[in-house]
């Protein structure tokens, strides 16, 4: 069984967010909560597993998911993360500095957040591609392994 709270180390050790800390611990699951099912809907067409095999109530998945498998899940939802950043209303406004009173141009700031999501997103294809043909190596091995056994 792998947890919840397995993935959202792995998620939370690869972000710097200083409103978490501010949120109840029930408010933090349930936004985390919330980017792994994305993740996971996002996951699932590639994943050798069931990802819907999990147990909400006890925050866990009901099969062990590789280290690979964990990681794809976690930097998704940094994915998901940064794209609630990226689709927040609180980036479309000027913000003020309090250094001489500088202008940020958000669209600059905005731009920034899509190509960090686009190298992101990259990191996820690269971690998918690898995933797919470890799989595959593994099943081209067993079955290989089965032959050998079978001609014994």
Request: hydrophobic residues 35%.
């Amino acid at each position: 069984m792998t947890t919840y709270q397995e993935i959202f180390a792995l998620f939370t050790n690869k972000i710097t967010d200083y409103r978490l800390p501010s949120l109840t611990q029930d408010e933090a699951e349930f936004r985390m909560i919330n980017f792994l099912n994305s993740s996971i809907s996002r996951f699932t067409p590639y994943c050798q597993k069931d990802l819907n095999d999990k147990n909400d109530t006890l925050k866990q998945f009901n099969i062990d998911l590789s280290t690979l498998e964990k990681e794809i899940l976690a930097l998704m939802m940094v994915y998901e993360w940064t794209n609630s950043f990226v689709l927040s209303e609180e980036f479309l406004k000027q913000k003020l500095g309090t250094k001489d009173y500088q202008i940020y141009s958000p669209a600059n700031h905005l731009e920034k957040l899509i190509q960090l999501r686009s190298s992101i997103q990259n990191d996820i294809d690269d971690l998918i591609k690898l995933y797919y043909y470890t799989e595959q190596w593994c099943l081209c091995i067993g079955k290989q392994l089965k032959i050998i056994w079978t001609n014994l």
